[in-house]
């Protein structure tokens, strides 16, 4: 699972970007773009973990993770641009999800492409660039379908004519500023979309990248943003890019240290990570032991067998049966022999679907 980060010019993408997977790539407020994307990985902060390693006092634990990939900006910014083209459109359109960074910070040394900060103005103009580069592709596919049907066999007019149809009422539609994600498509739309990976179609995170002298009323700006900005597969995160990136630069426990002396509340980076994983779709199982407790990674409705899976393909193979306990159980009985002993430990089969949180052992046979 690989989320792209896009923003217009000098909006903190590098900077959010290294924040989220602790890196280091380079930041300048001048700099040209560089050539290459960035790739990193983020861990996702989960405070079940910490209670289940309390329990089973692993060698190892190992969370779960989301890639990032941060493209290089666009040299004269996107609005003076041809727009999302190339190279860079064929890596974004491989992603699975979008965080889209907004420039809310003031700093007067980083001078803002349009001349003064605007983060609204910022955000409907990328959107607009998103739908622009969807709407490209849609222009072209309606066209080519138009002329086909000119000359199509009868055998294949009528499915010609129904994707025609189709993409042509999607393309009006986005051309009236409504992105894919929200559109209501019939189960035929949404078919033929898995064809196409339209950018306006993936799920959005929004980081409203605030100044570090707003940090203190982040939850509250966050929450009016919601309001404003948060639609099915939107969703909004206030944070300092700048300030998070310093804190994830520095050692584990001085970076702790900060975090306490600056509140209560769950942290920028891990919220900014975890809505990332939530809108995805994604959720957690956990296996454990003496060796490992680690979180793995699935999308929410995968049948057990599957999940077995992403551990190893033999386990899916020779699937038999998954013990089952839900995290909140496990936690409460602080060991799988007391779990055992209430009869919370439940035995599902291949197509038992897994819920977030399941602490699970798969019995299998190669
Ligand atoms: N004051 C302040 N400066 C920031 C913040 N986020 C990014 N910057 C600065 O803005 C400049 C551009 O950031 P960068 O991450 O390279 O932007 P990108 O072009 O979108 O990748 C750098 O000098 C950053 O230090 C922030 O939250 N506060
Ligand atoms: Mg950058």
């Given at each position: 699972?690989?989320i792209?980060i896009?923003g217009?010019?000098?909006?903190g993408k590098?900077t959010v970007f290294n924040a989220l997977s602790r890196g280091?790539?380079?930041?300048?407020?001048?700099?040209?773009?560089?050539?290459?994307?960035?790739?990193g990985v983020a861990k996702v902060p989960d405070?079940?973990?910490?209670?289940?390693?309390?329990?089973?006092?692993?060698?190892?634990?190992?969370?779960?993770e989301v890639r990032y990939?941060d493209?290089?900006?666009?040299?004269?910014?996107?609005?003076?641009?041809?727009?999302?083209?190339?190279?860079?459109?064929?890596?974004?359109?491989?992603?699975?999800a979008l965080l889209h960074v907004v420039?809310a910070?003031?700093?007067?040394?980083?001078?803002?492409?349009?001349?003064?900060?605007?983060?609204?103005?910022?955000?409907?103009?990328?959107?607009?660039?998103?739908?622009?580069?969807?709407?490209?592709?849609?222009?072209?596919?309606?066209?080519?379908?138009?002329?086909?049907?000119?000359?199509?066999?009868?055998?294949?007019?009528?499915?010609?004519?129904?994707?025609?149809?189709?993409?042509?009422?999607?393309?009006?539609?986005?051309?009236?500023?409504?992105?894919?994600?929200?559109?209501?498509?019939?189960?035929?739309?949404?078919?033929?979309?898995?064809?196409?990976?339209?950018?306006?179609?993936?799920p959005m995170l929004i980081v409203w990248n605030i100044?570090?002298?707003?940090v203190?009323?982040a939850a509250?700006l966050e929450?009016?943003l919601r309001?404003?900005?948060?639609?099915?597969?939107v969703e909004v995160a206030a944070l300092c890019g700048k300030l998070e990136m310093?804190l994830a630069?520095?050692?584990?426990?001085?970076?702790?240290?900060?975090r306490?002396?600056?509140?209560?509340g769950e942290s920028g980076l891990s919220r900014g990570i975890r809505l990332s994983y939530a809108l995805l779709?994604?959720?957690?199982?956990?296996?454990?032991?003496?060796?490992?407790?680690?979180?793995?990674?699935?999308?929410?409705?995968?049948?057990?067998?599957?999940?077995?899976?992403?551990?190893?393909?033999?386990?899916?193979?020779?699937?038999?049966?998954?013990?089952?306990?839900?995290?909140?159980?496990?936690?409460?009985?602080?060991?799988?022999?007391?779990?055992?002993?209430?009869?919370?430990?439940?035995?599902?089969?291949?197509?038992?679907?897994?819920?977030?949180?399941?602490?699970?052992?798969?019995?299998?046979?190669?």
């Amino acid at each position: 699972m690989e989320i792209g980060i896009v923003g217009l010019p000098k909006s903190g993408k590098t900077t959010v970007f290294n924040a989220l997977s602790r890196g280091s790539a380079d930041i300048s407020p001048f700099s040209a773009s560089t050539a290459k994307p960035n790739l990193g990985v983020a861990k996702v902060p989960d405070p079940r973990l910490k209670i289940l390693v309390d329990i089973f006092n692993p060698r190892r634990t190992v969370p779960a993770e989301v890639r990032y990939i941060d493209f290089p900006g666009t040299p004269e910014g996107l609005t003076r641009s041809q727009g999302i083209t190339g190279e860079f459109l064929n890596l974004l359109q491989r992603t699975d999800a979008l965080l889209h960074v907004v420039r809310a910070f003031p700093n007067p040394s980083v001078p803002h492409v349009e001349g003064n900060v605007d983060p609204h103005r910022d955000l409907v103009s990328m959107d607009m660039e998103l739908a622009f580069a969807d709407l490209a592709i849609l222009e072209r596919r309606v066209e080519r379908l138009g002329s086909e049907l000119k000359s199509a066999k009868a055998s294949e007019r009528e499915a010609k004519q129904r994707e025609h149809a189709i993409l042509d009422r999607i393309k009006g539609e986005l051309g009236r500023e409504m992105p894919i994600r929200e559109q209501q498509l019939s189960a035929e739309g949404a078919k033929l979309l898995e064809n196409f990976q339209f950018l306006t179609a993936k799920p959005m995170l929004i980081v409203w990248n605030i100044g570090e002298e707003d940090v203190p009323q982040a939850a509250e700006l966050e929450e009016k943003l919601r309001g404003q900005y948060a639609r099915p597969g939107v969703e909004v995160a206030a944070l300092c890019g700048k300030l998070e990136m310093e804190l994830a630069e520095m050692e584990e426990g001085e970076e702790a240290e900060f975090r306490k002396a600056m509140g209560p509340g769950e942290s920028g980076l891990s919220r900014g990570i975890r809505l990332s994983y939530a809108l995805l779709g994604l959720i957690s199982f956990f296996t454990v032991g003496p060796d490992e407790v680690k979180a793995w990674t699935i999308p929410c409705n995968t049948p057990a067998v599957r999940a077995a899976g992403k551990i190893h393909s033999d386990i899916e193979r020779g699937f038999i049966r998954a013990e089952v306990i839900s995290f909140d159980d496990m936690a409460r009985c602080g060991s799988l022999a007391e779990a055992r002993k209430k009869g919370l430990l439940r035995l599902e089969g291949k197509t038992y679907q897994v819920q977030d949180g399941d602490v699970i052992t798969f019995l299998f046979n190669v």
